[in-house]
């Protein structure tokens, strides 16, 4: 009798974002390397060819730095899977705050919504977690984010403190503080219950009209 190939769950693999994320070492062996990252022994040879990744040659054979081995779980899982894998575990701090996942209300026109889908679909390797539309997102806005430079770049950073540090993530960590009381959108004045302030609500968060409620108008 035929059975279907087994196939990682996600139970599994939180185990090994974990182990990779939340109990960090310095370095790791090869075999330990891919293990922990899904990676197959040419995948990781292409890699290095490429100069993604360096081992460190050692007596007793090589070793790759914490962050070259975050960088090739980054080919596999995307920044959400990996934060909602954390964030099961009840460690949010295992990365750093900007590295963090937040759900925010995002309303586009329906075409584009199922544009995301169809992008999400068709981009989802077999034998690897499926995309969904988040990853697709955060995917497009890494991008942009990569474009920018010079006068453009500085005035980034310095109204998102610590931006660089985590676009560049996992090869330059900023560790901010593990509770920020501030608005997500703005980072700068205190949040309200729904973790936007008053006035990013206003603008990014506006009520529709069938959550309007008593004898409110709708204009």
Same mark, same amino acid.
């Given at each position: 009798?035929?059975?279907?190939?087994?196939?990682?769950?996600?139970?599994?693999?939180?185990?090994?974002?974990?182990?990779?994320?939340?109990?960090?070492?310095?370095?790791?062996?090869? =075999?330990?390397?891919?293990?922990?990252?899904?990676?197959?022994?040419?995948?990781?040879?292409?890699?290095?060819?490429?100069?993604?990744?360096?081992?460190?040659?050692?007596?007793?054979?090589?070793?790759?730095?914490?962050?070259?081995?975050?960088?090739?779980?980054?080919?596999?899982?995307?920044?959400?899977?990996?934060?909602? @894998?954390?964030?099961?575990?009840? @460690?949010?701090?295992?990365?750093?705050?900007?590295?963090?996942?937040?759900?925010?209300?995002? !309303?586009?026109?329906?075409?584009?919504?199922?544009?995301?889908?169809?992008?999400?679909?068709?981009?989802?390797?077999?034998?690897?977690?499926?995309?969904?539309?988040?990853?697709?997102?955060?995917?497009?806005?890494?991008?942009?984010?990569?474009?920018?430079?010079?006068?453009?770049? =500085? @005035?980034?950073?310095?109204?998102?403190?610590?931006?660089?540090?985590?676009?560049?993530?996992?090869?330059?960590?900023?560790?901010?503080?593990? =509770? !920020?009381?501030?608005?997500?959108?703005?980072?700068?004045?205190?949040?309200?219950?729904?973790?936007?302030?008053?006035?990013?609500?206003?603008?990014?968060?506006?009520?529709?009209?069938?959550?309007?409620?008593?004898?409110?108008?709708?204009?």
């Amino acid at each position: 009798m035929k059975t279907r190939a087994s196939r990682p769950n996600a139970g599994d693999d939180d185990a090994l974002l974990i182990e990779l994320f939340v109990h960090r070492r310095e370095t790791y062996d090869e =075999v330990t390397v891919l293990r922990l990252t899904r990676t197959t022994a040419a995948q990781l040879r292409a890699a290095i060819a490429e100069g993604e990744v360096e081992p460190i040659e050692e007596a007793g054979g090589r070793t790759f730095a914490w962050a070259d081995v975050a960088q090739l779980a980054l080919r596999r899982w995307t920044p959400r899977m990996i934060s909602t @894998a954390v964030a099961r575990a009840g @460690a949010d701090d295992a990365l750093p705050l900007l590295n963090q996942t937040r759900a925010i209300r995002v !309303e586009l026109p329906l075409y584009q919504i199922r544009l995301l889908h169809w992008v999400a679909a068709a981009s989802s390797e077999p034998g690897n977690p499926p995309l969904n539309v988040s990853d697709v997102l955060e995917r497009q806005i890494d991008a942009l984010a990569s474009g920018t430079e010079g006068s453009d770049a =500085v @005035a980034i950073e310095c109204a998102i403190r610590g931006f660089r540090a985590a676009f560049e993530f996992p090869f330059v960590e900023q560790r901010p503080p593990v =509770v !920020e009381d501030s608005c997500l959108y703005c980072g700068s004045a205190p949040p309200t219950e729904g973790g936007a302030c008053t006035s990013c609500a206003a603008r990014h968060d506006p009520a529709r009209p069938e959550e309007v409620t008593g004898d409110e108008d709708i204009v």
